[in-house]
């Protein structure tokens, strides 16, 4: 069974400094990892994904994650956040590969303040 | 469009009534999936559709929840007798090969 745990419910950082969302799961198999955001009242939307190679991830927006096997973590950052980044993050994990049942962790919700 | 839509986007509905809710997938995708969202809750796992394998069904919380997938494209969940702890958005999703892509959702509402 997969599982993924995302440790609090709510972060706060300052506009320009470094966000950072932690991300540990749990998988038998060699994990797929994703972040997605949902901004209020929207769809869940697609931040990067982890699959195989490359374990560190770009994804859009400024954001990126490392894969670290030895830590089981996929943690989120930015360099420097913006008022727009402002929304709910969720990790998630897939052990069947990229195109299969996806285990969301409870999500975090990011305020940045001015 | 070219993204996966939901309908409707709101639902209000009596306790006791039976709904039924929509999706269509991103053309071409083979994967689909339901999830129900709840305030606190995060998002819950509901069934699962890949091709033409039977669905993974073990996230339905009763077998008052049921969903078909038609012509391995547009899918319906169905919930009968609804009671008010079915309240909550959801979710639909497909994917191909790079990640599941998500519908802005139905917000049920069970009064």
């Known amino acids: 069974a997969q599982s993924v745990t995302q440790l609090g419910s709510h972060v706060s950082v300052s506009e320009g400094a470094l966000v950072l969302l932690r991300c540990n799961y749990s998988?038998?198999?060699?994990?797929?990892l994703f972040w997605y955001v949902q901004y209020p009242n929207q769809g869940l939307q697609l931040l990067l994904k982890?699959?195989?190679?490359?374990?560190l991830v770009k994804g859009i927006n400024g954001f990126e994650a490392e894969f670290k096997k030895s830590e089981t973590s996929f943690h989120l950052t930015k360099p420097s956040a913006h008022m727009s980044d402002a929304a709910e993050y969720f990790c998630?994990?897939?052990?069947?590969?990229?195109?299969?049942?996806?285990?969301f962790g409870k999500g975090i919700t990011l305020s940045v303040r001015p | 469009g070219a993204g996966v839509s939901q309908s409707p986007s709101n639902k209000v509905t009596e306790k006791g009534k039976d709904v039924e809710l929509r999706c269509d997938p991103i053309?071409?995708?083979?994967?689909l999936y339901w999830y129900r969202q709840s305030l606190g809750q995060g998002l819950e796992f509901l069934i699962y559709?890949?091709?033409?394998?039977?669905?993974?069904k073990s996230g339905l919380p009763s077998d008052r929840f049921s969903a078909e997938r038609t012509g391995g494209s547009v899918s319906t969940l169905t919930i009968q007798r609804t009671q008010q702890e079915d309240s909550a958005v959801y979710l639909c999703?497909?994917?191909?090969?790079?990640?599941?892509?998500f519908g802005q959702g139905t917000r049920l509402t069970v009064v």
């Open positions: 999703a497909s994917s191909l090969k790079s990640g599941a892509f």
């Open positions: 998988s038998s198999v060699p994990p797929y």
């Open positions: 982890y699959t195989t190679g490359a374990t």
């Open positions: 998630a994990v897939s052990d069947s590969g990229a195109n299969s049942k996806l285990t």
């Open positions: 053309s071409g995708h083979t994967a």
């Open positions: 559709f890949q091709g033409n394998s039977a669905p993974d």
